[in-house]
């Protein structure tokens, strides 16, 4: 079992930034791979980034390319996701994701039903 809690969401302006975290606990942090998805009103739950067991593969839906961040630190078993640019179309809620299914793997998943566990999301709202 993997339990994932999200916060450090909020109201931020266009072209401000905002630092998620999510901490986990359970499961040994340091041997899966996190990532981070976002869902808007009305639309369907999106892949924004994923980082391996030691943070050395990233990968990020090209939406975000260039504005966010996904780093790791296993001895405080957070994934963190630094968004820096924001745009209004960036709001959503976010969630934290574990993907227990590989150890020690640097393949990263993109997809909703390709994660096992979740958080209960973060709310991020950019105002224009």
């Known amino acids: 079992q993997v339990q994932l809690v999200e916060s450090g969401g909020g109201l931020v302006q266009a072209g401000g930034s905002l630092r998620l975290s999510c901490a986990a606990s359970?499961?040994?942090?340091?041997?899966?791979?996190m990532g981070w998805f976002r869902q808007a009103p009305g639309k369907e739950r999106e892949f924004v980034t994923a980082?391996?067991?030691?943070?050395?593969?990233?990968y990020y839906a090209d939406s975000v390319k260039g504005r966010f961040t996904i780093s790791r630190d296993n001895a405080k078993n957070t994934v963190y996701l630094q968004m820096n640019s924001l745009k209004p179309e960036d709001t959503a809620v976010y969630y934290c994701a574990a993907d227990v299914s590989r150890m020690y793997s640097n393949y990263l998943r993109k997809k909703v039903n390709e994660y096992g566990y979740w958080g209960q999301g973060t709310q991020v709202t950019v105002s224009s």
């Open positions: 980082i391996n067991w030691n943070g050395g593969n990233t």
């Open positions: 359970g499961r040994t942090f340091s041997s899966y791979a």
